[in-house]
Every structure is written in structure tokens, then in C-alpha cells.
């Protein structure tokens, strides 16, 4: 069973960056397609940024285009959410989350899509 930790979350400051990492275990990480999802206190949680199983396809938010870049080392198992000018409204608890997929596909930034789930990182931007 695929498992998914997340890391690299903290407290940053408005205009700086972050690099969240989301490390699997298990098996046939490469099979998998990634999406980042963030969760705010009292909204919605929201999808930020994908990433196909073969890095074939990306996509972002329009909050965060611009200022974020997802990446993915298959070798390591991991993937990369870097953020870069950070706003008071990016703070949320962030969340990776994993798709199976038999061919490679075009991820997409729908949360039910997703059946495997990390426990989140918290990002705090704030003066």
C-alpha cells in the first residue's frame, strides 16, 4: 500500500519560499499520478498543483501560477512543491495525495480523483 509523508512546511514571511517535499513508500511510485492540495481553516480544501507518473504532464492553479512549481524524482520516490512569493493567503495545511493510473494520463487538480492521502504540512505565511 502506497503511503505518503509530507514535509518542509513552517512559518515564512510574506514574499518568501518554501520547498514541500511528499516522500512515498511502497511500490510502483512511478505508476502513480501526485497532486498537492492545500486546506485553509474554514474553506474548501483546493487542489494547487499535479503531476503525471512520467512527468508528462503538470498543472496549477491559477492562484499559484507564477510562484509555484511542482517537480517529481521517481528514483527518490518524491515530489517537490516549490513556492515562491509566498502570500498571507497561501497559509493552509498542505496535502499530497496519490492516483493510481494504468497509462500515463493527465493529472488533474480534482481531490476525488485522489485515493491515497499524506497527513499534511502546515504553511504559515505571516509577518
Known amino acids: 500500500q502506497l503511503r505518503l509523508v509530507e514535509s518542509g512546511g513552517g512559518l515564512v514571511q510574506p514574499g518568501g519560499s518554501l520547498r514541500l517535499s511528499c516522500v512515498a513508500s511502497?511500490?510502483?511510485?512511478?505508476?502513480?499520478?501526485i497532486g498537492w492540495f492545500r486546506q485553509a481553516p474554514g474553506k474548501e480544501r483546493e487542489g494547487v498543483s499535479c503531476?503525471?507518473?512520467?512527468?508528462?504532464?503538470?498543472d496549477l492553479a491559477d492562484s499559484v501560477k507564477g510562484r509555484f512549481t511542482i517537480s517529481r524524482d521517481n528514483a527518490k520516490k518524491t515530489v517537490y512543491l516549490d513556492m515562491n512569493n509566498l502570500t498571507p493567503e497561501d497559509a493552509a495545511v498542505y496535502y499530497c495525495a496519490a492516483k493510481s493510473v494504468i497509462l500515463s494520463v493527465p493529472c488533474t487538480l480534482s481531490d476525488s480523483e485522489y485515493n491515497s492521502w499524506g497527513q499534511g504540512t502546515q504553511v504559515t505565511v505571516s509577518a
Open positions: 511502497g511500490i510502483m511510485f512511478d505508476r502513480y499520478n
Open positions: 503531476i503525471s507518473r512520467m512527468r508528462g504532464s503538470t
